[in-house]
């Protein structure tokens, strides 16, 4: 839950060096925000007993970590102070209702009672917590504002820096998260683009690949893995998955290689990287580029290699359910191929190389500065959101323990350690996965079907001549496949309620 400290409580807990409050709202499930209009106020209260240098150190210290919520100028301009309330508790409510806050901590409740926000003292928070948790009937699959209060200040200082400085595609920032995603993904290159399927294209393009050319790749993925494929001029060829990882079955690649065969796209689905040693000798064998589809893996790793770092190319997604999202499509392009990487930042705009002169025809598929920003302000946290993915994971495995359910379902499996878990997806085993979903749905629990028609099964795709049967296990899949709520701010109880909620449905 998130919720305003009312510069009455922040003052008090300074003064009084009792820091107990600040600190329970630091955590990620109980965040505490300040208001920025209140920061002068708490600074002068501090200088009635010390100068005004010592009074701004000891403020800045003990509101390290803690969000600071800031209104617009029409946001504050628009808000007449109520009857009841000064201007600055005016806003406070303001921001509460803006910012859709849980309620405000302040020393004076009664002030507020007029009010429809929740405001209680401080020694009121383990209540309102436990309240708030017995209380659970919605679970989001994502809820990506259930993570600003970690990130909030960094983003915001990012988004306006890019704003005020009216530099808004490409340029150092982009650059700047080029060279960190590089580093993260351990490839010597990068190139940020304007989404997913735009870096498998560019990747695509770059590699030559067009009419006449086969790509190897998953009927069980995202479409973009194949229509980028058929983009090209390129023809996708499909082959089935591993009924354990879902991702596509390594052993079945060698049988679909013809003369016509270019390239190798693995996806590492769901967060988990495919079989990539097999893979790579392979495509070495037959001399074929891989273009990792590692959209939904920025972190998995195999044998301590990263995602996008092991293939020719690696194509990321920075979609805002991925787990490292923007607020809006980006994408990036990794390649160990110095070429590879000249060729791509010129067909990333139009193949214009010097400017108006066009030796091939790309596209725009430029990023922009702003996504470039925030996206930076949040891989600082990435590291720590897979951690908790992979907790979550964990957790799922010990109530569906403790609940008895591991019998009608199959669990995802880590086989290639590290799993990212961008989705957990489990295997309903008794062919009520439809009505499971509509039982979980009727209960505000989030799941989704990632995904309900492999590709090979599409309509777009009929020319291809594949048939229902061609691929059983991608099939089963598709009928089996549920996933559930897993990100970073998922909470240990709104698993309960989930798990709780299936247990409900099998019984
Ligand atoms: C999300 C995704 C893409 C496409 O990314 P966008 O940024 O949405 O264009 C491609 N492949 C897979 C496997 C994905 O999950």
Known sequence: MQFLLHHNVIIQAITSSDHDILKRCRQTHSAGWVLSNALATIHSHLSMTMDSTAAYTVMRKALEGIPVASLTGTDMIGTPPSSRLDYLDSLALRTVDLFKLDGIITLKPEAFSESRANAFPPYELDRILRKGDESINKVPLLNIPATYPQMWNDVE???????????FILGPKVEELEEQIAAYTQAPYAVGVSSGTDALLLALMAAGIGPGDEVITSTYTFFASAGSIVRTGAKPVFVDIDPFTFNMDVGRIEAAITPRTKAIMPVHLYG?????????????KHNLLVIEDAAQAIGSEYLERRAGGMGDFGCFSFFPTKNLGGF???????????????????????????????????????????????ILAKLIHLESWIDDRRNNAQRYLRLFQKHSLTEKFALPMEIFPRHVFNQYVVRVLNGTRDKLREHLQSHNAGCEVYYPIPLHLQECFKDLGYKKGDFPEAEKAAEETLALPVANEVTPRQQEYVVERIREFIS
């Not at 988990?272 to 070495?284: A, I």
């Not at 980006?330 to 000249?342: D, I, L, N, Q």
């Not at 214009?352 to 996504?371: C, S, T, W």
């Open 157 to 167: 200082h990012e988004m306006f820096k890019v704003v005020r400085s009216g530099h």
């Open 328 to 374: 809006g499509d980006a994408g990036m392009v990794t390649t160990r191929s110095k070429e590879f990487y000249e060729k791509m930042k010129v067909l990333r705009v139009h193949g214009m190389e010097p400017k108006y002169y066009h030796k091939m025809v790309g596209g725009n598929f430029r990023i922009d500065a702003l996504q470039a920003a925030i």
């Open 272 to 284: 988990q990287c495919v079989e990539m040693p097999p893979l790579l000798e392979l495509t070495k």
